[in-house]
């Protein structure tokens, strides 16, 4: 019984600590025509990373989030995304794999899941339903 137990847990993503999420760390950029979008993440430091991110054109910044990455009470990390300095979003890790990461919460309206991934020296970032529909995505080259 216990071998079994231990087999179906290995099954399972375990969740990911901040340090193991370093490759997020920089700051990023998406550049379209006219209008452009960053994002930076600190070093993981103290169980958490801290994010921020504008989005705009010749006329400006258009809009900006300020973003966490930090344990919740269970210690599986939670994205939080306070888009426009608002209210803070939760978002509990579902599944963490080398280079990537995704978050939910079913019970936002949208999006109902983030996800970020690097792709050689791309970090991709990724919002949608939970599943997948209405998917918005960021191809970032690091700044």
Known sequence: MRLVLIAAAALVSAPAAAADLSWMSGCWQQTQQERWTEECWTVPRAGQLMGSGRT???????????????????????????PGG?????????????????????????????????????????????????????RFVRM
Do not use: C
């Open 86 to 138: 608002g209210a803070a979003v939760p978002f509990r890790q579902v599944r963490a794999g080398d280079r990537e990461i995704v978050f939910e919460n079913p019970n936002h309206d949208f999006p109902t899941r983030v996800r970020y991934w690097r792709d050689g020296e791309t970090l991709n970032a990724e919002i949608s339903g939970a599943d997948g529909t209405k998917p918005m995505s960021w």
């Open 56 to 82: 705009g054109d010749a006329a400006g910044v258009q809009s900006f989030e300020f973003m966490r990455i930090a344990p919740g009470e269970d210690g599986v990390p939670v994205f939080w995304g306070a």
